[in-house]
């Protein structure tokens, strides 16, 4: 197995490079060129190298780029938006962070491009509420680039103009879903609108709008300097290029690592993260952030991180969040917090996901806590079933999707908790029986 | 709190500040509608008022040509904003995946210790509140702890009863987290 070699970086070469996040030095390490080479292109060459790259969106669902940006009429007569999604706030996942602290103008480089290939003149940076230091750094490098008419009008005398503007969240998960971040950028609470019509043909404020990834958006500024055909020469045969990766749980070096895809999950734990923490024995590993299901570590031995190949494991790459559990971390815990954070994040539009996701978690901490039946996996398995595939937006299928990996791949661990509610209840209604005290819980209320 | 803050029982008497009222209207100006300054301008008052009460709520509606209702909603739906006065620092826990399993339970008790207080308590004298947090982009330096603005990272409970100490010692946050 061959490593990505730090000169071969596309996302991260030279990103501890002291300020960085300055004009000048983001310009002397060859920034804005492909900005400029953008420009003496078509449009449509510009979608064309993109759809050549194989790039697929990296903000979880996966998106093919090139083909989101070809679907968007141009000749409606409506102005079009392109929103980059810096919302990432899935659980596990803190890659756009990284680009956006330490090289924000890769990001606006990106955008400039992305906004001429698409024919827009007003983009937006939704960035989360919480990255308020993200949020400076971008601001000011906003301000660079505008006084370096590299944003505004006719930009270096190529007729295109844009203007950028970074937007604030304010502590909402589901704003980072698209449709949920269009109802916020319109100044309404963020919630998820029914698609059809697709963002691409009416989206903010009914026009056609582009919703990008802050990832997906720095990667097109090496495409175009280098061709969509060599970035297509990285990855696998049909996942194509370099991601990165988030590690974190209990490996020795947890951080952002960027990799070809196709790389052996077993590498990006043994040999990025330096394997496990004080010689733990793995558990379990949440290979694409906390709504992926997990993987066993016979499966880790074997996955390789390629959008098919992880599929076959009845995962996904999802945002790039991998989350390292060992043995002595009780799995009921884990799956406790991230169906609390899906019931906490729900919207509250779609009734299987509002009614669900509050179920999945009561059950679970109920299991946790030694007051599940045995009818209690089936219930679950039941309740997450139905929430799949029935509502406006994926959060519901994000909240199901873990639970019902967790269940499958590791039901002996959920057995053992029911087993154990079962001895404390018998052990109490003999005390009961004994006429002694109990002051045993039972039942957990719901 | 401020002086302001006591003021803003009156509506009428409702109004930012000169420096305020300029980044508000220069904010305004970057969008295609009114409403989409919604968010950054309730981050003007709430960084002015210190949190959203009703009747600046209204005043914000008031500014945007929006229904007192539409805000009101608004402002409960996003989690940043505060409704109530949380004292001069927010210590705003993880408690996701991540954190939890490099112990930011350990973090909640240090609180409990120290301080006294649960979610959403504020101490008696107002100096410190807590709020547990989903994952806030930082997993990778598990547990962390975003005080007011700032992230403090690769904390265990040692180091974070001392970085409360300092703090209730009159330290500041950049100071106590280099
Ligand atoms: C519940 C939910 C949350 C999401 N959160 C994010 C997010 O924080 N960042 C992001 O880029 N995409 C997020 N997405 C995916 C977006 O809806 C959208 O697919 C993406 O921004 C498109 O960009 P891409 O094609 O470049 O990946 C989320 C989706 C769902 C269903
Ligand atoms: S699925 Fe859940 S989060 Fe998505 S719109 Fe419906 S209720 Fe809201
Ligand atoms: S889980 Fe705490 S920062 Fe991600």
């Known amino acids: 197995m061959k490593l990505l070699a730090p000169e071969r970086r596309i996302l991260t070469k030279g990103i501890d490079t002291p300020n960085l996040n300055t004009i000048e030095v ?70 756009d962070r990284l680009l956006l602290e330490k090289n924000p103008h890769l990001l606006i480089e990106g955008i400039i491009i992305a906004s001429f290939a698409v024919r827009s003149h007003k983009s937006y940076i939704y960035v989360r509420g919480e990255y308020t230091l993200a949020a400076k750094i971008v ?60 963002p691409a043909v009416s989206g903010f404020l009914n026009c056609p ?17 280098n061709g969509g055909a060599t970035y297509a020469t990285y990855g696998t045969e049909k996942s194509k290029g370099t991601r990165l990766f988030c590690l974190s749980g209990w490996v020795n070096k947890p951080g952002v690592y960027e990799e070809e895809l196709g790389l052996p999950l077993k590498v990006m734990i043994d040999h990025y993260g330096g394997g496990m923490k004080d010689g733990s024995k793995l558990k379990a590993v949440i290979p694409g952030g906390s709504s992926t299901p997990p993987l066993t570590p016979e499966e880790v031995d074997k996955c390789l991180l390629d959008y098919d190949h992880i599929a076959t494991f009845g995962s996904f790459l999802g945002a790039g969040g991998i989350i390292v ?5 009780p799995l009921i815990k884990i799956l406790e917090r991230i169906s ?52 406006i937006c994926a959060l519901s299928d994000a909240a199901a999707m873990p639970v019902l990996g967790f269940l499958k791949k590791f039901p002996q661990d959920f057995q053992a908790l029911l087993d154990e509610a079962e001895r404390k209840r018998k052990v109490s209604a003999g005390r009961k029986l004994d006429g002694q005290e109990t002051t045993e819980m039972t039942e957990v209320t719901r | 709190m401020s002086d302001e803050t006591k003021k803003s029982e009156d509506v009428t008497k409702i109004a930012f500040t000169p420096e305020r009222q300029k980044a508000f209207e220069a904010t305004v100006a970057k969008y295609e509608r009114k409403a989409s300054a919604l968010l950054p301008t309730l981050y003007l008052a709430q960084e002015q008022f210190g949190f959203l009460s009703p009747q600046v709520m209204v005043h914000v509606g008031k500014l945007l040509d929006m229904p007192p209702r539409e805000v009101f909603e608004a402002a409960s739906f996003y989690t940043m904003f505060r409704k109530k006065d949380m004292g001069q620092y927010l210590l705003q826990v993880c408690q996701n995946v991540s954190c939890c399993m490099m112990g930011s339970d350990d973090l909640f008790q240090v609180i409990k210790e120290e301080l006294g207080i649960g979610p959403d308590e504020v101490t008696a004298d107002k100096k410190f509140s807590l709020q547990p947090v989903q994952c806030l982009g930082s997993c990778d330096t598990a547990p962390v702890v975003q005080i007011n ?20 010692a009159g330290e500041k946050v950049a100071e106590v987290n280099s």
């Open chain 1, 26 to 95: 983001y310009e002397k390490q060859g920034g804005y060129s492909a900005m400029k080479k953008a420009f003496g292109m078509a449009p449509d060459a510009i979608i064309g190298e993109v759809k050549a790259s194989g790039l697929r969106g990296r903000g979880g669902a996966g998106f093919p780029t090139g083909m989101k940006w070809g679907f968007v009429p141009f000749n409606l007569g409506k102005p079009i938006y392109l929103l980059c999604n810096a919302d990432e706030s899935e659980p596990g996942c803190f890659k």
């Open chain 1, 139 to 198: 601001q000011k490098a906003i301000d660079e680039a505008y006084a370096k008419g590299y944003l505004g009008k006719n930009i270096l005398g190529s007729k295109h103009d844009l203007d950028l503007v970074l937007h604030r969240g304010a502590g909402a998960y589901i704003c980072g879903e698209e449709t949920g971040l269009i109802s916020s950028l319109e100044g309404k609470k963020g919630y998820p609108r029914l698609k059809p019509p697709f």
């Open chain 1, 325 to 329: 559990i060992p043995e002595h971390i």
């Open chain 1, 209 to 225: 709008t582009v919703v990008n990834n802050v990832e997906t958006l720095c990667t097109v500024p090496w495409i175009i300097q």
């Open chain 2, 149 to 168: 603005d700032d992230y403090v990272e690769r904390l265990d409970a040692e180091k974070f009863r001392a970085l409360i100490k300092k703090l209730a």
């Open chain 1, 340 to 391: 609390e954070f899906y019931w906490d994040e729900s919207c509250g539009q779609c009734t299987p996901c509002r009614e669900g996701t509050g179920w999945l978690f009561k059950t679970i901490r109920s299991i946790e806590h030694h007051h599940g039946h045995k009818e209690d996996i089936d219930d679950l398995k039941r309740t997450a079933t139905s929430m799949m595939g029935a509502t």
